[in-house]
């Protein structure tokens, strides 16, 4: 089962699959197919996580040899928003799980000029305000463009409590920095890594994760 | 954890190695096989006997030896013998009548065995050529001396001698020579009265005496025959009866302890996804299309968590690609991996075990229940080689009901080399009794993932019965 290491923050147990799957990825030799099929490995365990967090309503069904069932149902609408580029790697995971999921897009890069984030796109569904949200970034380091993301969501009218941001590796300071905006919203992880270096890489980490997901 | 008595104990000699033949606590009904010995002159018409009886018992895994597999291999001055028509094969140190023994006997200890396969074209067994047999509920001898040694008559359940004339026996073994084997008249006739005639006299018909039954050896003995099945179904149900007892006594556990906390048993953690789910599992309303991408995405949580404690290798360092070295990462390798489905409701795994492991071995068995008796019986199996070199084997099944296929498929697991400890089981739903028996089959001792548990409590009170009925895989394949 998962553990709360932070207050909203779900860690993925750490077993010997889920620490051996990150030594995979992490490894600098480890193919581009090897490093894309164990990514999602993990990517698929995260959104199975975070939809663990949805809400339920009892149901009874009605079983092939006439007795019922007290089962329960899915309630509430899930939609992905993926943060470009490196959180699209994301969206097959949700859609492995969820068949017909919507999916926004927010496109968030460095301004040249002041090296500050700066939103350049965003495309979202209609009635976001209505939906579960699962923000998509595999990597939460200063937590910056994560931040500028979510104010973008919650402008649209998302409950900061009903969004989810799922990622692969963070930080404690990454996680200081994003709760410190947004104390409510979740965060589903799977690793905590040491923290940050000099230019604000995750240490370890792995390097640049849409990097290696679509290029090398 | 529950108490075990002291002489259930896993008995363990000083240096640690566990006794092999305490791993398990069930008795698997190929270990116990229901050997017919056939014997009678040659040309008396035993083979005809022997797949007459094959025919009519219908029961799988019924395995036919002919002695004349047993040939003693001869050297080269035998062998010029032999060419010539000159030397004597009806004498019964013709045959390895100790490997015979041998053979036998292990085969009814369950074990493993290989026949010889003996060339009658160079007088000699053909070199690493044998047939393997292994697992046979019912094992026919057949040959002119099968009934010939004292010590290998012990080892008969029924003992059936084929009696004919001895001018019939010329007469079909004439026919058989020159039709069949292209042999000449003279020649046949010479080694009749040389060699198969006095030793028939000499060896063959004195061990009618031997036999439990004698049966004539006429195209009409179709009455004698089927006295002899009768007895042997009789024998055979009897033997089957006691297998389903002994497997129903394994589930009378009387310290029940919870299944929840077996340290052996994990349960899929009842979150609110997996508990909607199941329930939508279970809608009869259900449509296929609905129905099998759910069971795949539960499936592959359950596979996720069988393989949660897969072994770490190593922890040799790593460098990622910002040149940041990690001194000691858990190494894990999914090569060491197989899966063994059950034909066919494992198959449903099947999806998402390629998701998981893209490049698994898959083996299969095929284990199937008598309509009449509910005796699980093993019909066929694929299984990877080298068994006991995967440091974890999955074992996939749908469902477990009463247990008895499972308990089984596990003993053929471990007689071919897997350890107990390295074989997973993973199921989609089990009863509590169907799991106490896996369970106090193998020492309490075999891990098994499991999505939904029905506790024996329920079922007593009528409720959940439909995990008695084998649902799960007639719907995802669509038919019954």
């Known amino acids: 089962m998962s553990t709360q290491p932070f207050k909203n923050v779900c860690l993925l147990p750490q077993t010997n699959q889920l620490t051996g799957l990150y030594t995979i990825i992490r490894d600098k030799n480890t193919t581009r197919p090897d ?3 164990y990514a ?9 996580e975070g939809l663990d967090h949805l809400p339920v309503v009892k149901k009874t069904v009605a079983t092939h040899t006439g007795e019922n069932y007290e089962g329960v149902g899915f309630q509430g609408n899930v939609c992905g928003v993926s943060i470009v580029r490196a959180g699209e790697s994301m969206e097959q995971g949700l859609r492995d799980c969820c068949r017909s999921v919507r999916i926004g897009k927010i496109l968030i890069q460095r301004d040249e000029e002041t090296a500050m984030p700066k939103l350049f796109y965003e495309k979202l569904p209609e009635d976001i305000a209505d939906r579960y949200v699962f923000l998509l970034d595999p990597m939460l380091a200063t937590g910056g463009s994560a931040i500028m993301a979510t104010d973008v969501l919650i402008k649209r009218g998302v409950k ?15 996680i200081q920095n994003y709760h410190k905006a947004f104390p409510e919203v979740n965060i589903v992880t799977g690793c905590i890594d040491k923290g940050l270096n000099e230019q604000k890489y995750l240490v370890p980490g792995l390097g640049d994760f849409g990097d290696r997901y679509y290029c090398i | 954890m529950t108490e075990i008595p002291s002489d259930l104990q896993r008995s363990t000699n000083k240096t640690g190695i566990v006794n092999k033949h305490l791993e398990s606590r069930y008795t698997p009904p190929w270990t116990t096989p229901y050997i017919i010995g056939i014997g009678g002159p040659s040309g008396s018409g035993k083979s005809s006997v ?18 004349d597999n047993f040939y003693n291999p001869l050297n080269e001055e035998e062998r010029q013998r032999a060419f010539n028509n000159e030397f004597d094969f009806d004498e019964p140190q013709a045959i390895d009548l100790d490997l015979v023994y041998e053979t036998i006997s292990n085969l009814k200890k369950g074990k493993k065995c290989q026949i010889p396969v003996y060339s009658f074209v160079h007088h000699n067994r053909v070199p690493n050529k044998h047939v393997t047999i292994y697992g046979a509920s019912v094992i026919i001898i057949e040959g002119i001396y099968t009934l010939y040694d004292p010590k290998l008559l012990d080892l008969m359940d029924l003992k059936i001698y084929v009696d004919a004339d001895l001018d ?6 004439l026919s058989r020579d020159i039709v069949s084997r292209g042999r000449d008249l003279n020649g046949c006739i ?3 009265e040389r060699f198969v005639k006095p030793n028939a006299v000499k060896h063959v018909i004195p061990t009618m005496q031997n036999a439990d039954a004698i049966i004539p050896s006429m195209s009409d003995n179709g009455i004698a025959i089927k006295l002899l099945v009768d007895h042997i179904n ?6 089957s009866l006691e297998h389903v007892k002994e497997l129903i006594q394994l589930g009378n556990v009387h310290d029940i302890q919870s299944l929840e906390n077996h340290p052996y048993i994990h349960i899929l953690p009842k979150t609110n996804q997996v508990k909607a789910i199941i329930t939508m599992l279970l809608d009869k309303n259900t449509g296929l299309d609905d129905y099998i991408f759910y069971f795949d995405r539960i499936a592959t949580l359950l596979l996720s968590i069988a393989l949660d404690d897969i072994c770490i290798e190593s922890h040799d360092p790593i460098t990622t690609s910002l040149n940041i070295t990690i001194p000691n990462p858990a190494h894990i390798n999914f090569d060491n991996i197989t899966a063994i489905n059950m034909i066919r409701s494992g198959d449903i795994f099947i999806h998402s075990l390629k998701m998981t492991l893209p490049n698994v071995s898959i083996g299969k068995l095929l284990i199937q229940s008598d309509s009449m008796t509910g005796e699980p019986q093993l019909h066929c199996k694929f299984l990877p080689p080298h068994l006991e070199q995967f440091k974890k084997i999955l074992l996939l099944e749908a469902q477990i009901i009463n247990g008895a296929s499972m308990i089984m498929a596990i003993q053929v697991l471990l007689e071919y080399g897997a350890k107990l400890e390295n074989i997973n089981v993973v199921v989609y739903s089990a009863t509590e009794t169907g799991l106490r028996r896996v369970l106090n089959a193998f020492n309490d001792e075999v891990k098994i993932c499991v999505a939904m548990l029905i506790p024996e409590k329920e079922l007593r009170l009528g409720h959940n019965l439909w995990c008695l009925t084998r649902f799960i895989d007639s719907k995802y394949f669509g038919s019954k």
Do not use: H, Y
């Open chain 2, 234 to 239: 009789a024998k055979l149900e009897k033997k």
């Open chain 1, 160 to 174: 900061p409590e009903r969004i989810f941001f799922l990622n692969l590796i963070c930080c404690e300071e990454g």
């Open chain 2, 190 to 192: 010479d080694q009749w």
């Open chain 1, 40 to 48: 999602d490995r993990i990517i698929r365990l995260l959104v199975e």
């Open chain 2, 50 to 67: 022997a797949s007459k009886i094959v025919a009519s018992i219908n029961v799988p895994w019924t395995v036919l030896i002919s002695m």
């Open chain 2, 168 to 173: 019939i026996c010329l007469a079909r073994r």
């Open chain 1, 35 to 37: 490093f894309i099929f």
